[in-house]
């Protein structure tokens, strides 16, 4: 259990430093690596997802701890393209979920395949 | 192995449409992955909302280094060495708060909207490319010497703006580009001409022809010409040397005549004309403006003072940006200018303080050209001779670069040429013909005397015309109407539709400056304009106008307050900048009253007229937020004007255009005039007590059914008049909708229309031996919707107060802790 939560961590760490490299595109592509390297394991796709979705939770609530206008700025935001509020914070969440997901679901269709064990003598 | 492809098939079909609506879009939807990106999308606003304590930039050109001051109402003030060096940094700061805005505002002047948002736009940048405007531009740009002050100026300023472009990564572009999926543009000299033009559409795109035109149509040549008289028939004029005048010259209005057949054909050429989106008989009078000022004579410090608010349509941002240049020993200069301008628009130096309102000139007429090929004309004829017309094939593309129409846009030599129900329009208009704004900001800048600033605006500043005031340090108040006035050939006006094909039909230039109406230091110790006839009719030097164009209320308000203060304070200033108080109303009310309590009008004498009579006659004339007789009196003016003109109403039932509520004042003054009668009520003739009584009654039962009982308060100003600031976008999540302020229709604060225009700055100076001013604007200094800085200065607006402007002389004047921020500006370093 601590093993997947370090796991997970590390990797929205990942995300996170992806996202403020390089944008959004990061995501899918931390995905199809992630899933490509740790395609053995068990729910790459899924621990990629929850990953990408908690990078960009805190992406947007840090700024918001240090007192940057965050949260009442994603009141305007929302307004501006008529949406409701929590329309807007799910798609921040669901968007990097479902790229980062599916990235990684490609990326262990990707993977090596592993050699094959030897057979008992 | 099966399993291996089935995920990277699922993986495939989820992330592919992903990918797609994240770096495209989708319908209207921008590319989203760019819009939701918590670092570098939209959010990034929210990460850039606050200013650094300390920042530097390098900005090529620069001859030394800058420094921007921001204190702690965002106003920069920018100390510079050299002159040049103060605007490229007023290009950077600007750009820094506005990049948004005045992108937007030059591809509106350019008619290249449509790039940006698409066919949506196309009705709007056709109307501004078939206008001529983008065409005047580039002949103004072309006819700059390069050599002089204004090219430098325009070039200064873009490598100030481009020099913030160009260092902004995408993740730093205004929330607004992403929403549109746009990137910055880098700007051009010529953005800042484009800008001159559309400020100048604004106010000086007046096609009054329609108006007469078509009621001519319908009640013939006399009571048309009646009903939209060139002369208003109140009278206040801002130059008040001469004789002295009567206020209210009211004429006996003729009875309806016989349709006029020859202007129903002309009237119907103007069809189209209007700006995209403005009804038929709209209302333009909401872009007024006040100014005034007070000789030391009648100050209560001894100095002179001068007060300006313009009225405009109001946005976030605002179309104001404040800012102070100086320069030690060259220039000093405090004010507002409008994002992409290179210079102070209106403001104060340390010996001249100034201030706008819109003189309403009329400087655009039409002329039916005889071409040769209606279909497809080449040529038009002039005198007999056939001279080529000059074409342009305009493309309008749309946001991915596809086109969205293509048109041909040709000119003859007095202006564009318009096709309209089979026949060809040429127009002439002062704004599309060569001037020097640019210079006349500047020099207004330096000026050190009323009398230099007059001059150097006559000498420099043709359109749109304004009514430009002016006080000194010495105490010399002045006013002069300065612009571009053309004279037109002898017994005409510019109500007329000309002949093209006879150059006789044209301008023959433009009125000398001493004829402009002016006043200096007037006996009476004051000076005021608010969109009144600037002139009395006695003693105009030429037709300058007409009637639709000018108001007269709030002019007759301040001119009372003023002629009643002998000894007037900044804070009458103030005050009277806020002032609900309607002299519009004092007018109109005693007639509503005594219409109602007549014999005539009791066929009426309901409960609700009773009522109605109650309220008005205990209304104060106020629009102050909690009184509910300033709703009941609008209305009622309203069906009354509705009820009243039915004679202007065309065989659709569509009014074609409606007189002021000055010609209707002189009306209600001929009670037994023929217009009183309803046409809609064959076998009845009314007369005015009825019709008057009739409006207070409908107007009574209307808000009753819209309101509920007015005993519920549901009829009070506040609950019926809103103001709303509304973005450049329109969003309404960035825009600040619902507010509540006091002022309505013809008081001095106004809040006219749908509450989308009014006083967008208000400025107060007392030019004592040290310049004192005080300020506001309804926004804030930042464009970003997520800085505390956007709409900080609205509740300040809304309550009628002001905020003193620091003006330092040197960095060591500004109070350390005023400063919030410090911007270092460098000359680019060499590589």
């Known amino acids: 259990m601590s093993r997947t939560l370090l796991r997970v961590g590390l990797l929205a760490l990942a995300f996170a430093l992806g996202t403020y490299a390089f944008g959004w595109m990061a995501v899918p592509v931390v995905g199809l690596v992630w899933g490509a390297l740790a395609g053995h394991s068990r729910r790459p796709a899924l621990h990629a997802g929850v990953a990408a979705a908690a990078a960009w939770a805190a992406l947007l609530l840090v700024p918001a701890l240090t007192g940057l206008p965050t949260l009442t700025f994603a009141t305007r935001l929302a307004a501006a393209i008529q949406v409701p509020g929590w329309a807007l914070w799910l798609a921040e969440l669901v968007f990097p979920l479902l790229t980062g997901w599916a990235g990684a679901l490609l990326g262990t269709a990707l993977a090596p395949r592993r050699p094959a064990a030897p057979a008992a003598e | ?831």
């Open chain 2, 1 to 831: 192995m099966t399993n291996r492809i089935w995920r990277g098939a699922l993986g495939v079909l989820v992330l592919a449409p992903l990918l797609f609506v994240a770096r495209r879009g989708a319908g209207p939807l921008p590319p989203l992955g760019a819009l939701i990106d918590p670092v570098h999308g939209a959010w990034a606003a929210a990460l850039h909302a606050r200013m650094l304590k300390r920042a530097n930039a390098d900005v090529p050109g620069l001859s030394g280094t800058v420094s921007v001051r921001y204190d702690d109402r965002g106003v920069p003030h920018i100390f510079a060495s050299a002159e040049l060096d103060a605007y490229r940094a007023l290009g950077y700061v600007v750009a820094r708060d506005r990049l948004f805005q005045l992108d937007l505002q030059a591809r509106a002047g350019a008619g290249t909207l449509s790039e940006w948002v698409g066919a949506q736009a196309l009705a709007f940048d056709r109307q501004t490319r078939e206008l001529g405007m983008p065409r005047a531009a580039e002949q103004k740009l072309a006819a700059l010497d390069t050599a002089g002050i204004s090219w430098h100026l325009l070039q200064a300023f873009a490598d100030g703006v481009n020099a913030y472009v160009d260092r902004l990564t995408p993740a730093q572009w205004p929330v607004e580009y992403k929403l549109l999926g746009v990137k910055p543009d880098r700007w051009q000299p010529i953005n800042s001409l484009h800008l001159f033009n559309r400020m100048g559409f604004t106010l000086s795109y007046i096609p009054d022809e329609t108006a007469r035109l078509a009621a001519r149509a319908l009640v013939g040549d006399s009571a048309a010409d009646a009903l939209f008289p060139i002369d208003a028939p109140i009278q206040q004029p801002i130059q008040p040397a001469g004789p002295p005048v009567p206020s209210f010259a009211f004429r006996a209005l003729p009875a309806p005549g016989r349709p006029d057949t020859a202007a129903a054909q002309l009237a119907s050429l103007f069809r189209g004309l209007r700006p995209p989106g403005e009804a038929a008989g709209a209302d333009r009078q909401h872009f007024a403006s006040n100014n005034w000022a007070v000789g030391p004579a009648r100050s209560a410090d001894g100095h002179a003072l001068l007060a300006n608010d313009p009225h405009l349509d109001l946005t976030l941002p605002s179309i104001w940006y404040e800012a102070q240049l100086v320069v030690p020993g060259k220039l000093d200069v405090y004010g507002v200018t409008i994002p992409g301008l290179p210079g102070i628009v209106l403001g104060f130096n340390r010996d001249v303080a100034w201030g706008f309102t819109n003189t309403g000139a009329d400087v655009l007429d039409f002329y039916k050209e005889t071409v040769n090929d209606p279909a497809n004309p080449t040529r038009y004829e002039v005198d007999g001779t056939w001279r080529p017309l000059e074409r342009r094939v305009v493309v309008y593309r749309g946001k991915h670069g596809e086109v969205l129409a293509t048109d041909t846009v040709r000119y003859t030599y007095r202006g564009p040429l318009m096709h309209r129900f089979g026949e060809w329009v040429s127009m002439r208009w002062t704004l599309l013909e060569p001037s020097h704004e640019v210079r006349a900001l500047y020099d207004a800048a330096h000026a050190s005397t009323a009398r230099e600033f007059l001059d150097v605006m006559a000498r420099s500043f043709f359109v749109p015309a304004q009514n430009m005031l002016v006080a000194d340090r010495h105490g010399t108040i002045a006013i002069r109407s300065t612009g571009h006035f053309p004279l037109r050939p002898p017994g005409t006006n510019g109500l007329e539709i000309f002949d093209g094909s006879r150059s006789s039909n044209d301008w023959r230039g433009y009125w000398p400056v001493d004829h402009y109406p002016q006043s200096v230091d007037p006996a009476q110790g004051f000076l005021a304009s608010a969109n009144q006839q600037p002139e009395a009719p006695h003693a105009q030097y030429a037709y300058l106008g007409d009637e639709r164009a000018y108001d007269p209320w709030r002019a007759l308000d301040i001119n009372q307050l003023l002629r009643g203060n002998a000894k007037v304070t900044v804070d009458d200033m103030r005050g009277y900048q806020v002032s609900p108080l309607s002299v519009r109303a004092r007018q109109f009310l005693p007639f509503f009253v005594a219409a109602a309590e007549s014999p005539t009008g009791g066929a009426y004498a309901t409960p609700a007229l009773q009522s109605a009579v109650r309220i008005l006659s205990r209304w104060n004339e106020n629009y102050t937020r909690d009184n509910g007789g300033a709703a009941l009196f609008e209305q009622a003016m309203q069906d009354l004007r509705d009820f009243t003109w039915d004679e202007l109403d065309d065989a659709q039932g569509h009014r074609v255009a409606t007189p002021s509520d000055e010609v209707m004042l002189e009306l209600l003054n001929q009670p037994q005039s023929t217009w009183w009668d309803d046409r809609r009520t064959p076998n009845v003739v009314e007369t005015r007590d009825k019709v008057v009584a009739h409006a207070l009654a409908a107007a009574y039962d209307t808000l009753a059914a819209r309101y509920g009982d007015p005993a519920a308060n549901g009829w009070t100003w506040d609950q019926i008049a809103k103001v709303n600031i509304r973005h450049l976008l329109r969003l309404p999540g960035f825009s600040a909708l619902g507010l509540v302020t006091d002022g309505g229709r013809g008081t001095l604060n106004p809040a006219p229309g749908g509450g989308g225009a009014g006083p967008s700055w208000r400025l107060v100076v007392d030019l004592g031996p040290h310049v004192k001013a005080w300020d506001t604007y309804p926004g804030g200094q930042s464009g970003n919707p997520a800085s505390p800085e956007y709409e900080d200065r609205i509740p300040q607006w809304l309550a009628g107060k002001l905020s003193p402007a620091l003006v330092p002389g040197d960095t060591a004047a500004l109070p350390a802790n005023r400063v919030r921020a410090t911007l270092t500006l460098a000359p680019e370093a060499r590589r």
